[in-house]
């Protein structure tokens, strides 16, 4: 009987493991199986792009896993019982339910409204395809010397307040920050940063502490209101809350625990890559939500699970970071290089150049999904057959 892997979400993680376990593991012996909602691939790193009203390259799964031994369900997932290994799954047929042997959780995360009174109601949101389109459709209508309010300091805000600035000159642009403009960056960087933002007139409200958001304006903790005829939120992400709904060890924010291969602390034949894995990372610190985070994470999950169904030698390579790449529009951008736990250095890129840099990167992403199987050496190991047992997996999986 075959071992029945299933990938729960074909983002930058789930894509690229399925495709790695696709190129290190004998068709015969195994089954994969990707469960995602939508039938192409999402470049989130794109969507403040898509929301200005550039268009991205249709990337297709139908196309990109032809070939490979991977099957798509076009499914949304609606609940996964880690005791019984099974997922369930709704798509246009109705209900079902599909079994699994080893199974990748990385179904990631979504916009974080941090439950500030008025953002659900208010704000929009670039989290999601269709949140990106939202705020499309809303930046269209808006009239020269309306204000756009984009609160958040961290990536995601510089990028979408730097797109729209560049975008739309018309518009009035603000960002609201907690901190300092770019305070985790190094002297360097944030004085780029700053002059990238006084040539394109954004406004920047530092140390605002945004509590509330209405149709016009968002409010402060000191009462002070700032106007938003568009306010972009952008404080962070929130985990898919499935995984807090089993019996799977999570944080209290709804991430799996997992251990330097990225499985589960509490269930050995669950693993879970991305947004929605806990792990930690150099400087015992956990790795943050990323791509850059992600991606490693996806390799070694599916390197181990391989090395375990054949019995590989396990991977031994510490997810570790070297650069936070941030555009700041089509032509300006900041390539910060960052310590092993994320901590900024002295050296960054910035200009043009790093605008090229940054692009080449997210193509580069890119490129790793659509091509999954590609770029790697081709070693198709044949799974021990008790291990492929489905009645066994867990006992047998060193």
Not at 124 to 140: C, M
Request: hydrophobic share 40%; proline share 4%.
């Amino acid at each position: 009987m075959q071992h029945r892997v299933i990938v729960l979400g074909a983002g930058y993680t789930g894509a690229i493991a399925a495709g790695r376990l696709a190129k290190r593991l004998h068709r015969e012996d195994v089954a994969i199986t990707l469960v995602n909602a939508e039938p192409d691939f999402v470049e989130r790193v794109r969507m403040h792009q898509l929301a200005v009203g550039r268009d991205l390259k249709p990337r297709p799964f139908s196309e990109m896993f032809a070939g490979t031994g991977v099957e798509l369900k076009l499914a949304k997932v609606t609940g996964v019982d880690v005791d019984r290994r099974t997922v369930a799954v709704m798509d246009g047929n109705g209900a079902e339910e599909l079994e699994y042997d080893t199974l990748v959780y990385s179904l990631g995360s979504g916009w974080n409204a941090q439950g500030v009174p008025g953002t659900a109601e208010h704000a929009h949101e670039i989290a999601s395809r269709p949140g990106a389109l939202r705020l499309r459709e809303r930046l269209g209508r808006l009239e020269a010397g309306q204000t756009v309010t984009v609160v958040g300091g961290g990536l995601t805000g510089l990028e979408a307040a730097t797109e729209i600035a560049e975008a739309r000159p018309d518009l009035d642009v603000a960002l609201a920050a907690r901190g300092d403009l770019g305070d985790w960056l190094s002297p360097k960087g944030r004085g780029h940063l700053r002059k990238v933002f006084d040539k394109l007139g954004i406004t920047v409200h530092e140390h605002a502490d945004i509590t509330g958001v209405e149709a016009d304006r968002v409010t402060t903790a000191d009462g002070k209101a700032i106007p938003a005829a568009v306010t972009v939120w952008t404080t962070g992400f929130a985990v898919h809350p499935i995984a807090k709904a089993t019996a799977l060890e999570v944080t209290g924010a709804g991430q799996i625990v997992v251990d330097g291969t990225m499985r589960s602390v509490s269930h050995p034949d669950v693993y879970a890559v991305g947004d929605a894995a806990y792990a930690m990372g150099p400087g015992d610190k956990p790795l943050r939500m990323s791509c850059a985070s992600g991606t490693p994470a996806a390799w070694q999950a599916a390197d181990a699970i391989a090395a375990r169904l054949t019995g590989g030698k396990l991977p031994n390579m510490p997810i570790r970071y070297f650069q936070q790449c941030i555009s700041l529009g089509r032509k300006e951008g900041v390539i910060q290089y960052v310590t092993a736990d994320d901590r900024a250095v002295r050296a960054a890129l910035t200009g043009q150049l790093a605008a090229v840099y940054k692009e080449l990167i997210c193509k580069g992403a890119a490129w790793g999904v659509a091509n999954p199987t590609l770029g790697l050496p081709t070693r198709r190991r044949r799974v021990a057959r008790e291990r492929a047992t489905a009645g066994s997996a867990v006992k047998t999986l060193a």
